[in-house]
């Protein structure tokens, strides 16, 4: 059975044609579902508990990454499967899944190509996408065996499922882009410094080194200050933090030019 979870910005009238096209696609495909709006009075936590009480269902977002990584954090470990609309151009998990844009990602749902991945935790709250930290004034420590103080670097990203940049979109051909492996018992860490553009100077960024970890501790080199770390490019969560990998995973429907 397919559920679908529509983004909260497609109840405006401006997005009526792209939604008509999504619809009308499944029903030729044979895979229409149950529609559940998400609005300010229905979260996607709530949403995602109604649908589970049902027997293995699929579990399809249409809108934007932030809702579909939303989507997930509930879903971990249990039997349902999780496919993705997207309806923006620039999509980074489009990217990553090989899902193409509106009512042509019906076609990857239709035919059921599927993978697993896994979760992180930050202070014990699963995140599915990436964190990302300044490096000034902060140290880590990895796998309760290495302490590493960044020095030169301006920016720290911790990676589940997301390109292996700072930047949310490459210029890259897809075979040059490098995207994490969210398969396996590691996190990938970047360090380094993101690209910046003002006016008509472009810095490119620079990534200074990259390494896998089970389990990274995170604390500022000042008791009384606090770094902020971004959640899945919304949530904040503040230090002293310790970020880990999981073994909960998620089954979700994957294109065949996926780049995990």
């Not at 009480?53 to 349902?80: H, Y």
């Not at 553009?197 to 995170?218: A, H, T």
């Not at 904040?236 to 994957?254: F, G, H, N, R, Y």
Request: glycine share 4%; proline share 3%.
């Amino acid at each position: 059975m397919y559920s679908y979870i529509y983004d909260s910005f497609l109840a405006d009238k401006k997005y009526a044609k792209i939604v008509s096209k999504i619809e009308t696609k499944l029903a030729s495909l044979g895979i229409a579902g149950k529609k559940h709006q998400l609005s300010i009075l229905r979260s996607a936590d709530e949403m995602v508990e109604e649908i589970l009480k049902k027997e293995s269902p699929t579990i399809v977002v249409i809108g934007s990454d932030q809702t579909f990584c939303r989507v997930a954090l509930p879903m971990a470990d249990t039997n349902a499967v999780l496919g993705f609309i997207p309806t923006q151009v620039d999509s980074l998990m489009a990217n990553l899944l090989g899902l193409p844009v509106n009512e042509y990602a019906c076609d990857v749902i239709s035919a059921r190509r599927i993978e697993c991945v896994s979760f992180g935790k930050i202070n014990g709250q699963r995140f599915f996408s990436s964190l990302e930290f300044d490096a000034n004034k902060t140290e880590l420590t990895a796998d309760n065996k290495y302490q590493i103080i960044p020095k030169r670097v301006k920016t720290v990203k911790v990676i589940n499922l997301d390109l292996l940049q700072f930047q949310k979109m490459s210029q890259e051909p897809d075979w040059q882009r490098l995207a994490s492996n969210p398969k396996d018992e590691y996190l990938e860490v970047l360090m380094g410094t993101p690209g910046k553009e003002f006016w008509f100077l472009k810095r490119k960024e620079k990534r200074d080194s990259l390494f896998f970890v089970k389990k990274l501790k995170v604390k500022s080199k000042k008791s009384n200050q606090e770094i902020l770390i971004k959640v899945d490019r919304e949530k904040i969560v503040k230090t002293p933090a310790l970020i880990e990998s999981t073994k909960e995973d998620l089954k979700i429907i994957v294109g065949k030019d996926r780049l995990i």
